[in-house]
């Protein structure tokens, strides 16, 4: 029996989203933008169902007069992207 | 997705995002070193055209101005939080450096301002040059431990002990211009490794 991958995590764009999250303290909404190569339209929606799942924080504040959006990984967060680490390689190793 | 295609995916973006913030942190090499280069010429042609060691007082304004300066850049790129344990230790490597060089360099202007003997004075300035220039071969080597480069490793080996050759060979002599040199050299090496940690995770 396969181990139930989370859908929240299943999706290209929130996958990449949290792998890099995973790898950073926290990162800004350009930089995140920068690295996955996503539309402003696209990224916002997907954080949010993050942030929705409680698998990330997202901070809303500015630097300078420049309005910028904060997100990072959340306990619950880093501990779902293991699992579906090891749900992923289940499938694989069967 | 399959789940080989998730693992790339993942694979991928963590690579891409480490190399990407140690790729960032090569600016900071890059103007510590200039920086440093710029000081230590400065610093040289000042001394020696006037003949007054006081204006190695200069090198206190290098943190002055360094400081505000790569804050000012982490701020331009949106990245004061965004970082790894690599850059986290690295950062840290230098940050220790900068406290300690600037500690030594502190306690050898009062210690030269309390001894009048002028032969202690300048064994004192040879001293700090040297021990300065091991801490920074020191911070090199273990920045290259932890990026896995061996020319920075090297860098960092033969800068540190070229503080400690300059102690035994120069002595208590003075030679402010092998003093300078060392400088100049430390800030080339900078500079180097900065370019190389760049290149290197381009």
Redesign the interface.
């Known amino acids: 029996m396969f181990p139930k991958l989370d859908p929240v995590l299943?999706?290209?764009l929130r996958?990449?989203v949290m792998?890099?999250l995973?790898?950073?303290?926290?990162?800004?909404f350009?930089?995140i933008k920068q690295?996955?190569g996503a539309t402003s339209g696209n990224l916002s929606v997907q954080i949010d169902k993050l942030s929705a799942a409680g698998y990330i924080t997202v901070e809303k504040g500015f630097?300078g007069k420049k309005p910028?959006t904060?997100c990072a990984i959340t306990e619950a967060g880093m501990e779902a992207f293991r699992s579906?680490?090891e749900a992923?390689?289940e499938?694989?190793s069967t | 997705?399959t789940?080989?295609e998730?693992?790339a995916?993942?694979t991928e973006?963590?690579n891409?995002?480490?190399k990407?913030?140690t790729r960032r942190g090569g600016k900071y090499f890059v103007l510590w070193g200039i920086l440093l280069t710029f000081f230590s010429l400065l610093v040289y042609c000042l001394w020696k055209t006037t003949g007054h060691a006081e204006w190695n007082n200069l090198w206190f304004a290098l943190p002055i101005i360094g400081c505000p300066l790569a804050r000012w850049i982490r701020?331009k790129e949106?990245?004061e939080?965004?970082?790894?344990t690599v850059s986290r230790v690295i950062s840290g490597i230098w940050a220790t450096f900068g406290v300690f060089a600037c500690s030594s360099a502190l306690f050898t202007i009062i210690f030269t301002k309390c001894n009048p003997n002028p032969i202690a004075t300048i064994a004192a300035g040879v001293s700090m040059t040297a021990l300065i220039v091991l801490l920074f071969g020191m911070a090199e080597t273990i920045t290259g431990v932890a990026l896995k480069n061996w020319a920075i490793k090297i860098a960092g080996f033969v800068t540190g002990i070229g503080g400690v050759a300059l102690y035994y060979i120069i002595g208590e002599k003075g030679g402010f211009e092998e003093q300078m040199f060392l400088f100049t050299l430390s800030g080339i090496v900078l500079v180097a490794t900065g370019l190389i940690v760049r290149h290197q995770n381009r």
């Open positions: 299943h999706s290209e996958l990449a792998s890099l995973a790898g950073v303290e926290s990162a800004d350009t930089y690295q996955t630097k910028c904060t579906y680490i992923l390689k499938y694989i | 997705m789940a080989k998730s693992l995916l993942i973006t963590m891409n995002n480490r990407e913030i701020a949106g990245s939080r965004t970082g790894n």
